[in-house]
């Protein structure tokens, strides 16, 4: 799979609708799978990102809503795998430096991505655990693309329209780990912690749909293409 630069007779297939899916697919999965909970009474009626009342997790870890984010997620997993991959490409011709990482932290966030979402709902300690690393894990190699992404544009291609915005977004996503980690260490009231935890978690997947909409916005822009041969 090639992903050429732009010509005035463009072939192959056009690359934005990819992270636009990426980006779309769990923003709306997740607020559907919450609606469908808070509709059977399996979590309560109340806005998550200011009440910190449940997490995304809780959201659509039961009934309908569970069913419905596991079958967006568990194919947008694979979805995130092919736009790092292409990400590579279009860096490595925009800017002349190869981006030899970022395939494969895209596949580390995909594999643990899709770990998460094959085990939610499943009850148990290990399976617990395996959501949680799975959704950390996810987390963490997603920033490290968008990080390495970044790394590579500062070099060469700062004037590239979308690098001014996924700077943005990386500076969001670090200001919600910092967050994070300050609410951990200094809210002693389980309760309260969990709250808070749970407002994080929604404001990062946000932050995660900026970023694929940018990068589908800044390739729709540049008419790129994916050739399969």
């Known amino acids: 799979m090639e992903v050429p630069k732009p010509t005035s007779a463009p072939t192959g297939l056009p690359a934005w609708p990819l992270p636009l899916l990426c980006a779309l ?10 609606w469908l909970s808070v509709q059977g009474e399996l979590v309560a009626a ?9 997490s995304i997790s809780r959201a659509a870890r039961h009934g309908l809503g569970n069913l419905l984010f596991r079958l967006a997620m568990l194919p ?9 991959w292409c990400a590579a490409q279009w860096l490595q011709r925009g800017t002349g ?11 580390t966030a995909g594999a643990f991505l899709g770990l998460y979402a094959a085990f939610l709902g499943s009850e148990g300690e290990t399976y617990g655990l395996l959501r949680r690393y799975g959704i950390t894990v ?28 996924l700077r943005i977004v990386a500076l969001g996503m670090l200001a919600v780990g910092l967050a994070s980690v300050t609410v951990t260490a200094s809210v002693a009231d389980q309760l309260a912690r969990d709250r808070w935890e749970n407002r994080l978690e929604w404001a990062l997947g946000l932050w995660l749909t900026a970023m694929f909409a940018v990068l589908a916005w800044h390739w729709w822009r540049e008419r790129l293409r994916i050739v399969l041969k």
């Open 25 to 34: 697919l769990p923003l709306l999965a997740a607020h559907l799978a919450w």
């Open 97 to 107: 430096v190869p981006a030899r990482a970022l395939p494969w932290l895209g596949l």
């Open 76 to 84: 947008c997993a694979t979805v995130q795998v092919a736009v790092w």
């Open 138 to 165: 996810y987390f963490g190699a997603s920033f490290l693309a968008l990080m390495s992404v970044l790394r590579r544009m500062s070099r060469q291609w700062q004037d590239a329209p979308a690098f001014a915005p």
């Open 46 to 54: 109340c806005n998550p990102y200011l009440d910190g009342c449940v």
